[in-house]
């Protein structure tokens, strides 16, 4: 079946710089994608969003990219701070009512 | 608004018991679903509702059952509990199935025993 999935299941990075956290999708129909971040003992909280026929949307400090030709997503955080430390899911939708997520990469800040 | 609120936080359960997770939205939001969180797996969509009177299942349905009387309200209830079912439960409303964000509540951890 079509599955969701993330390239690194940990990412580690200095306070102040960059994140970078990716995910691949294998359902080519998939035409809305969420970014979630999950802190510990809490509901996933939405970040970002991006439909299909965009390929880059910009919100506070955090810039999601869509590469639909290799079927890649990725979430860019700005001077990451160690607020930002948290669980991250990529979801994908296709033309159906189903949300699914992927396993998620944990974000982990250090001063 | 309070958002997504789901009651309890915390249950233990043994082998064969019945319960239900409750899951009231007070955003007037007509899509609602239930996950299921386990290590490793990510969330697991259970079952889902586009609005009152109508659901529908997920990818992991066996074992659950859910019901839509109300717009704010989607129960879920597990008739006979069973190990494989301890896991964190999540509940999530959107205004519409049509590519608006899940909100999501902070979670039922149930325990099967």
Redesign the interface.
Known sequence: GESVGLHLPTLSVQEGDNSIINCAYSNSASDYFIWYKQESGKGPQFIIDIRSNMDKRQGQRVTVLLNKTVKHLSLQIAATQPGDSAVYFCAEKENTDKLIFGTGTRLQVFP | NAG?TQTPKFQVLKTGQSMTLQCAQDMNHE?M?W?RQDP??????IH?S?GAGIT?Q??VPNGYNVSRSTTEDFPLRLLSAAPSQTSVY?C?SSYN?N?S???????TRLTVT
């Open positions: 997504v899509y679903s996950y490793g797996m990510g969330l697991r969509l889902y586009v529908d997920g990818e999540f999530a199935s590519n964000p899940l909100h999501f509540g902070n979670g």
